[in-house]
């Protein structure tokens, strides 16, 4: 529904933990990530604003006084406040896996961490800012390390050997780092009331849809805990899968977006009230979770 071809994939939930998984999955996964896949696609040179960056700032490291102060009430970054509670500085080092072309390793170099990379297996080449690269082809596999913090942006749904990755993830972290994981999780309000018109379920890119339980049984089958776990989602969930059930593909010009306005601004707000409220309960359909070593 993606890009509206109308292709059939089988899903089912395990009966023990909860995971909604794909019940096979395509030989061909690259044809699933065109060129201009929303992650991979060229997104120019440009760089966060002077408000943005000063909140950036400090959110990530507490630098910027007063007028860093007021742009991050203004505009709050939530991740990097993130990075900094559970830890992480400036001179740490941070592996985004699966990073796409590679914005949010951008958005932690603009913010002051200097030693942040991303990998990704469907980048076509090298991402550089700055005359450093910053991005690049490749798989967790192929990472040396050390890294106080490996990252999975909504990724890890999309790869098919998820213990292979999350062992090769808690290797690279040593006994002190961390594993930041942000995922879609079946666990939620949005997919009880959705179901095959879910706009995360994204058939077949995401192979994994874990619930919050399949999710702390992965982490310790690899030696891992679950330190933190936050909802994060957002009004997403709701008019895209809204826009689902209408039989509008996601990038559809019938859709909601920039251009046509499938719902108004009260239906927006409604939709961004209810995700806070189901965040609030630990219902909403996505969830940031920091994994430590046991």
């Keep these: 529904m993606m890009y509206g071809s109308g292709e059939r994939f089988d899903y089912f939930t395990c009966a023990d933990c909860g995971c909604l998984q794909i019940a096979d999955i395509p030989r061909d996964l690259a044809r699933h990530y065109p060129a201009q896949y929303y992650s991979l696609a060229p997104a120019g040179d440009r760089r966060m604003s002077w408000r943005r960056r000063y909140a950036a700032r400090w959110e990530a490291t507490r630098q910027g006084g007063l007028l860093g102060w007021l742009c991050a009430a203004v505009k709050p970054n939530l991740e990097l406040r993130l990075l900094r509670e559970i830890g992480l500085g400036p001179d740490d080092t941070i ?3 699966g ?9 932690l170099a603009e913010a002051g961490f200097r030693r942040a990379e991303g990998i990704d297996a469907f980048l076509a080449g090298e991402v550089t800012l700055a005359g450093r690269i910053i991005a690049r082809p490749g798989r967790i596999e192929e990472a040396a390390g050390p890294y106080r913090l490996v990252m999975f942006h909504h990724s890890l749904e999309h790869m098919p050997d998820q213990q292979a990755v999350l062992a090769h993830a808690r290797r690279l972290i040593g006994d002190d780092g961390r594993i930041l994981l942000r995922v ?3 666990s939620s309000a949005a997919w009880r009331e959705y179901r095959e018109n879910w706009v995360q379920l994204d058939a077949p890119r995401h192979l994994y849809l874990h619930s919050r339980e ?4 992965l982490a ?11 909802d994060d989602s957002g009004s997403f969930q709701f008019w895209g899968s809204e ?5 509008i593909a996601l990038t559809d010009p019938r859709g909601h977006g920039k251009a046509h306005r499938l719902f108004d601004k009260a239906e ?4 961004a009230r209810r995700a806070e409220a189901l965040n609030r309960k630990g ?5 940031s979770m920091v994994l430590a070593p046991r």
């Design 243 to 247: 826009q689902y059930r209408r039989g």
């Design 184 to 186: 879609p999780t079946c």
């Design 220 to 230: 310790e089958q690899q030696g891992l805990r679950v330190e933190r776990m936050d």
């Design 283 to 287: 219902e909403g359909d996505q969830v």
């Design 95 to 97: 592996l985004d896996v």
């Design 268 to 271: 927006m707000k409604a939709f």
């Design 214 to 217: 399949s999710l702390r049984l």
């Design 99 to 107: 990073c796409g072309r590679g914005d949010r390793v951008k958005m």
